[in-house]
């Protein structure tokens, strides 16, 4: 979904740091091998992810949806130097994929892939996190914010995409059976009254929320 124009758009980019020549090429063999490709995060908005991963510096990251990698190394960019990142997908078909770009990236040793379903494997870490970044299937957001709270660092940021949802979030639900807006609609309302959290939802691409936890 675009807020602004085309033009817009473009100076956006054109004024923003280049996209790194390696998730140039996984966003080529993504669009090349993978099924529905516009599923990764992209030039922009991986470039906020770095931005925001180099402001904290985290030591321990947790993301929950994969896909092909591109954010996983977007946020290994602000890695602490003996920083781990934890992510998660349910899609073992793309894990080599992965595993190839990780390796390539410098960050490979810092990166750990977990395949199965997410409520199933983030009670298995005994980790606290100071970044979580949540890009997995919509039905379970509030399910994965309730497993993934108590594990965040005072001053940890939560990161939350698609909380836009193309604009439905702004739109009657008509069909009964849309739970993924149903959800985000109680999420995006969860995240705004948790007294735990500062929460600000940008108009970033589907939309970004950053939350702080106090």
């Not at 956006?12 to 490709?37: F, G, I, M, W």
């Not at 005072?154 to 959800?183: A, R």
Request: a negative charge; one cysteine or more; hydrophobic letters at 35%.
């Amino acid at each position: 979904m675009h807020f602004i124009s085309d033009e817009l758009d473009d100076y956006v980019l054109n004024h923003s740091d280049e996209e790194p020549p390696l998730l140039k090429a996984l966003t080529r063999e993504t669009y090349q091998k993978v099924v529905q490709p516009r599923m990764i995060s992209g030039h922009f908005q991986g470039r906020v992810l770095s931005t925001i991963s180099k402001l904290i510096r985290p030591k321990k990251i947790l993301e929950l949806g994969t896909f092909t990698g591109y954010s996983a190394l977007c946020l290994a960019e602000g890695l602490d130097k003996d920083g781990e990142l934890h992510t998660v997908d349910y899609n073992e078909e793309l894990v080599n994929l992965q595993r190839k770009f990780f390796d390539r990236s410098g960050f490979g040793q810092q990166i750990h892939q977990y395949t199965g379903r997410a409520l199933e494997i983030i009670p298995m870490l005994n980790i606290k996190f100071d970044l979580v970044f949540i890009d997995a299937d919509k039905p379970n957001y509030v399910n994965y914010f309730h497993q993934i709270i108590d594990k965040l660092n005072s001053k940890g940021v939560l990161l939350s995409d698609n909380v836009l949802w193309s604009g439905k979030v702004i739109e009657p639900i008509v069909d009964q059976l849309d739970i993924s807006t149903k959800t985000l609609l109680e999420y995006n309302q969860l995240l705004k009254e948790d007294s735990r959290l500062n929460t600000i939802l940008l108009p970033i691409r589907d939309g970004l929320t950053i939350s702080i936890k106090k």
